[in-house]
T-cell receptor, first 109, second 119 residues
Framework: AQRVTQPEKLLSVFKGAPVELKCNYSYSGSPELFWYVQYSRQRLQLLLRHISRESIKGFTADLNKGETSFHLKKPFAQEEDSAMYYCALGTGGYNKLIFGAGTRLAVHP | GAVVSQHPSRVICKSGTSVKIECRSLDFQATTMFWYRQFPKQSLMLMATSNEGSKATYEQGVEKDKFLINHASLTLSTLTVTSAHPEDSSFYIC???????????????FGPGTRLTVL
């Protein structure tokens, strides 16, 4: 079965603390993983994708096929990072996305 | 670049009426668009994949006669909720896939969503 699991509904940290948003997936094929972010009252936007292997706004994510994970990390959280984060799995020829339940990151001053 | 618009942003209708939601890619051509549904405090659930010039592909459990999808051009897909009922009230979001060969190849760009309330 194709599934994306984000175990934490809410992650609350203080500014400057490290952040790790967990994501695990289940997929029999070759996965393409994404992290999307939704700031308050804004549309969903791509944060990063595993094939790019880049760092966006200080966030990184490494695909671990052995653990079927794609955790999102940032060493020092900022208040402006507060948002809803969705992990997504791209599947099939049209690369349709299967989303996790989302994790709300709250960064406190 | 790579902007997707939706219209209307919010609609309230009476039970039994039909509602059409438009999704447009403003500065790129999208042979494939996707329609999602999002309930309050829940994730996005894919409803269907819309392909230009052909029939949409619906996800399991989504009624194709209830949610009519038309993708008549490379920049426009429409979702019509037919004979809407209160349980159809939700946030409907579309996305368009950019396959133009630019740096955002195969990336999905999301619209702002349409909030449907059926009375």
């Amino acid at each position: 079965a194709q599934r994306v699991t984000q175990p934490e509904k809410l992650l609350s940290v203080f500014k400057g603390a490290p952040v790790e948003l967990k994501c695990n997936y289940s997929y029999s094929g070759s996965p393409e993983l994404f992290w999307y972010v939704q700031y308050s009252r804004q549309r969903l936007q791509l944060l990063l994708r595993h094939i790019s292997r880049e760092s966006i706004k200080g966030f990184t994510a490494d695909l671990n096929k052995g653990e079927t994970s794609f955790h999102l990390k940032k060493p020092f959280a900022q208040e402006e990072d507060s948002a809803m984060y969705y992990c997504a799995l791209g599947t099939g020829g049209y690369n349709k996305l299967i989303f996790g339940a989302g994790t709300r990151l709250a960064v406190h001053p | 670049g790579a902007v997707v618009s939706q219209h209307p942003s919010r609609v309230i209708c009476k039970s039994g009426t039909s509602v059409k939601i438009e999704c447009r890619s403003l500065d790129f051509q999208a042979t494939t668009m996707f329609w999602y549904r999002q309930f309050p405090k829940q994730s996005l659930m894919l409803m269907a994949t819309s392909n230009e010039g052909s029939k949409a592909t619906y996800e399991q459990g989504v009624e194709k006669d209830k949610f009519l999808i038309n993708h008549a051009s490379l920049t426009l897909s429409t979702l019509t909720v037919t004979s809407a009922h209160p349980e159809d009230s939700s946030f409907y979001i579309c996305s368009a896939r950019d396959t133009s060969g630019r740096e955002h190849y195969n990336e999905q760009f999301f619209g702002p969503g349409t909030r449907l309330t059926v009375l």
